[in-house]
């Protein structure tokens, strides 16, 4: 799954001094019909029939796919609980509703999304692993990184590390999305913003992942440059 320690390099995003506000909210075309959106569809209701309960996994994609760049965004849960509530990415091919009566963790049950569980497990191709403690009321960060290809998480400003890595190596556009198997839940898109690098460092990051750390100093390089590259 990828999984790398908790806090390395995901504490940085609130520090940057170039980001800028991103525009996008829930689909209104890319979602399971039990998914309702309202307030200008930055929030997303699931199984609001007054009569009819939760009759299985609902989802709802973002509308803007993102392909390069690094990309933040806060969503916050109201009325936590059931089977699963699950925040992550995914592609145009990713899942957005299961059978009828079908409860499951449907964000990362095959390899075309990334998710996390309320319950604080990690989702990808089926598999699962332990990231974090539950989590109930709380904001949620995501923090996607398109050009190191990975996926981590905050939880009310607080990084919890990296969840997954080499997400640009299986796909080239990624869209946010949340599911739900609860009656009566919400999920609300509170911020969105962004940072594309500089040309200078994209081709850091490309040799830094050609080179070993240890081959660095023996490149034709002047010292600060090398230095640079190590700290990738």
Not at 46 to 69: L, M, N
Not at 114 to 129: M, V
């Amino acid at each position: 799954m990828g999984r790398l320690s908790s806090n390395q390099g995901s504490d940085s995003f609130h520090a940057w001094s170039d980001t800028f506000q991103e525009q996008w909210a829930w689909s209104s075309e890319d979602k399971s019909p039990s998914v309702y959106l309202c307030l200008n569809n930055k929030i997303a209701c699931f199984y609001i029939d007054p009569v009819i309960e939760s009759t299985g996994t609902a989802a709802v994609r973002g509308t803007k796919a993102f392909t390069h760049g690094q990309h933040y965004w806060e969503v916050k849960l109201s009325s936590v609980f059931g089977t699963s509530i699950m925040i992550g990415v995914g592609t145009k091919k990713a899942l957005l509703q299961t059978n009828d009566f079908e409860f499951v963790d449907l964000i990362g049950r095959d390899d075309q999304s990334w998710g996390l569980s309320y319950k604080g497990k990690i989702w990808h191709n089926g598999q699962k692993q332990q990231y974090c403690e539950p989590f109930y009321d709380s904001t949620v960060g995501v923090l996607l990184d398109m050009d190191a290809g990975t996926l981590s998480y905050f939880m009310n400003r607080k990084p919890l590390g990296v969840a997954f890595t080499g997400l640009s190596g299986k796909a080239t556009e990624l869209y946010p999305i949340i599911s739900s198997t609860s009656t009566l839940s919400e999920i609300e898109l509170c911020d969105s913003t962004c940072r594309y690098v500089s040309l200078q460092d994209q081709c850091r990051m490309t040799i830094a992942k050609l080179v070993n750390k240890d081959k660095i100093d023996f490149l034709p390089l002047p010292q600060g440059m090398c230095q640079s590259l190590k700290a990738v």
